[in-house]
């Protein structure tokens, strides 16, 4: 494929959504798929790139929640016309995933992509949605019979709660069954070996991976 041609579009999806124009990016992500372009190429450098010129933005008081909001309705419109392309359909199931956003955390744009991206490998993903308490986590995972607990926290000040989930994993029948798995922006791995959890990945994809790692253990 033209390279010239796939850029062009790639920056056209990043700018109206920028720009929050859901229904533009809605028709400029089918539209870019139709020409061939990698749905993987379309999140990164089209929606994730948008996003994140939205988040330099937000930081540097340049936009201010209102216009993050739509931006990120646009960006869950974008996803949602590659949602088919990044899920397989009809396969198997691997094992099963419990994932939200820790409590106190309202942002689920990332959180829904580990969510798809671990679907397309095959497991069953028990979506709690956002602001989730370590009770949520652990009656889930238990109901269940999870293998994987998945945090995402996007904030500073809601990462401890993924310390709170741990400390009640251990504490409960659930230890050595269920595997933690932590992301999200501002965690690390330094941050997962300080609070013991099983496992940190800086992305979706990779999330996907070592979900799937830990269910065929
Ligand atoms: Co908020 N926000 N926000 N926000 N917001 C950030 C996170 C911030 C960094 C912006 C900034 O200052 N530059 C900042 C946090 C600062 C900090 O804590 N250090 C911030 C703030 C301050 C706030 C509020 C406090 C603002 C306010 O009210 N004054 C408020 C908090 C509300 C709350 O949660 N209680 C708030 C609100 C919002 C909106 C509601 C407006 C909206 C969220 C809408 C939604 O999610 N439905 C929003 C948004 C959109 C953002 C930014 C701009 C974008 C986040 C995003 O969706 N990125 C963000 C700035 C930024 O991150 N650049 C910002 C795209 C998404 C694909 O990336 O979520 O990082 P991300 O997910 C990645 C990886 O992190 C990873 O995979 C994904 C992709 O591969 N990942 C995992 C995520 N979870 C994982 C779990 C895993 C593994 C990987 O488990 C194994």
Redesign the pocket.
């Known amino acids: 494929m033209d390279e010239i041609f796939m850029d062009t579009r790639l920056s056209e999806i990043s700018a109206f959504l920028q720009q929050g124009r859901a229904a533009k990016v809605k028709d400029c992500v089918q539209q870019a798929l139709d020409a061939g372009i990698p749905p993987e190429e379309i999140l990164e450098k089209g929606l ?1 790139d948008g ?2 010129t ?2 330099q933005d ?2 540097q008081n340049k936009v201010f ?1 209102p216009e ?2 739509i ?2 309705r646009a ?1 869950t419109k974008g996803i949602e016309v590659l949602r088919p392309y990044l899920v397989a359909e009809g396969i198997e199931e691997k094992g099963t995933v419990v994932i939200g956003t820790v409590k ?8 829904n ?2 969510h798809m991206m671990m679907e397309g490998k095959g497991l069953r993903v028990i979506d709690l949605g956002v602001d989730v308490s370590v009770e949520q986590y652990l009656d889930a995972a238990q109901e269940y019979n999870a293998d994987v607990i ?3 926290a ?4 809601t990462m401890s709660e993924m310390k709170a989930v741990m400390d009640a994993v251990k504490a409960s029948p659930l230890a050595g069954k269920v595997k933690v ?6 965690v690390t791995q330094a941050y997962c070996d300080i609070i013991g959890a099983d ?7 990779s ?1 996907a991976d070592a979900a799937l790692a830990f269910c065929m253990q």
Request: charged residues 10%; negative net charge; glycine residues 12%.
């Open positions: 994730m996003m994140n939205v988040g937000f930081k929640v993050v909001l931006a990120a960006m106190g955390d309202l942002h689920d744009i990332g959180k992509l580990v998945v945090c995402s996007l904030l500073t000040t798995m932590i992301g999200g922006a501002p496992c940190y990945t800086p992305d979706a994809a999330a």
